[in-house]
């Protein structure tokens, strides 16, 4: 790697541990006020310095985020459709290089829809964005296996996450399943969770530890924990499990923990 792509790449995954708090609100791309980022700033401002990164829109990064904030940016230039449109996430790029760089991130997000009848447009898409952004030594984060008709099973799971580390991706956003050992042992790059729909925050946590034992890097988390009951305790939850060893039994007793006292330091 040159030293920009591997400073950038660093900022996202730290490079003391090899792992990641990804924090994601790029929802409103195609679910609009998605509940918990109705009020963005609100949410989100008193999360920032517990995540390591912070996934969003153009939009929302101008709207929402101080300029001021130091919180490395992960960019979604993934979009084009919306939760209404049966082909939900039949996306194309939404957002070009010289506006990431211009918005100085430290990567970009792109969903590919593996296994959809549209997966030839939204893979050709990616890898333009790959050509286009590994010029500028920006990584390019894969979203894979979003979409309510795919099988997150592992053998899908590790076709999606394998293929998108084929075509350039340098890290790769997807779900937890069972045998996830071997999702991360067959992906040339690093594997990160999302959370998906909200659950208990105990079973959140949970499925964080069994990530990081598998082998994942990191999560890339949203509804989790902006949906939480006290989001800043649970990111302080998510990042123990990531960065401090807990396990999510451990983790989830320290969310109670932090609710009780605000969850602020
Ligand atoms: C869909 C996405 C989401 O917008 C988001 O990043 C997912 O996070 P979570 O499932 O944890 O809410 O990637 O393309």
Known sequence: MDWGMKNRFHRIIRPEDGRTVMLAVDHGYFLGPTTGLERFAETV???????????LTRGALRNYIPPESDVPIVLRV??????????LLHEGIITSIEEAIR???????????????????????FTKVVDEAERYGIPVVAVTAVGRDMVKDVKYLS??????GELGARIVKTYFCEGF?????TSPVPVVIAGGKKIPEKEALTMTYSAIEAGAAGVDMGRNIFQSENPVAMIRAVRAVVHEGYTG???YQLFEELKAGGGEE
């Open 45 to 55: 401002v008193p999360l920032l310095p517990y995540a390591d990164t912070l996934m």
């Open 78 to 87: 993934s979009g084009g459709t919306s939760i209404l449109n049966k082909n």
């Open 103 to 125: 918005l100085n991130v430290v990567g970009v997000a792109f969903s590919i829809l593996v296994g959809a009848e549209f997966e030839r447009d939204t893979i050709l898409n």
């Open 159 to 164: 076709l999606a996450t394998r293929m998108a």
């Open 181 to 185: 050992e071997k999702v991360v042992e």
């Open 249 to 251: 039994e451990e983790a």
